[in-house]
């Protein structure tokens, strides 16, 4: 069975930065072919794609995040990391990691960020 968990601060000030990790149980996220995806839903909007990392390592990014997203990935612990920089307060969402590119099989349950000061 696979299961993905999010964890992280769930509150970041203004400008510092979000670091949020996966952990996924029952697939190694070195396994052909799929992808591993961060998602956010901010209160009252709907889902916003923000990147993924492929099985390959490689990475992608939203173009409207990518100037501050970063995703990279410790295979060791079969984990992949969000990393937001230069936070504001509309970056707060619950935040998802996800299995797939732009179609997901299998999600977290999500964690909720606040930025507050």
């Known amino acids: 069975q696979v299961r993905l968990q999010e964890s992280g601060p769930g509150l970041v000030k203004p400008s510092q930065t979000l670091s949020l990790t996966c952990t996924v149980y029952g697939y190694s996220i070195t396994f052909n072919t799929y992808y591993w995806t961060w998602v956010r839903q901010p209160p009252g909007k709907g889902l916003e794609w923000m990147g993924a990392?492929?099985?390959?390592?490689?990475?992608y990014y939203s173009p409207s995040l990518k100037s501050r997203t970063s995703i990279s990935r410790d295979t060791s612990k079969n984990q992949f990391t969000l990393q937001l920089i230069s936070v504001t307060p509309e970056d707060a969402a619950v935040y998802y990691c996800a299995r797939g590119m732009t179609a997901w099989d299998y999600w977290g349950q999500g964690t909720q960020v606040t930025v507050s000061s």
């Open positions: 990392i492929a099985y390959s390592g490689s990475t």
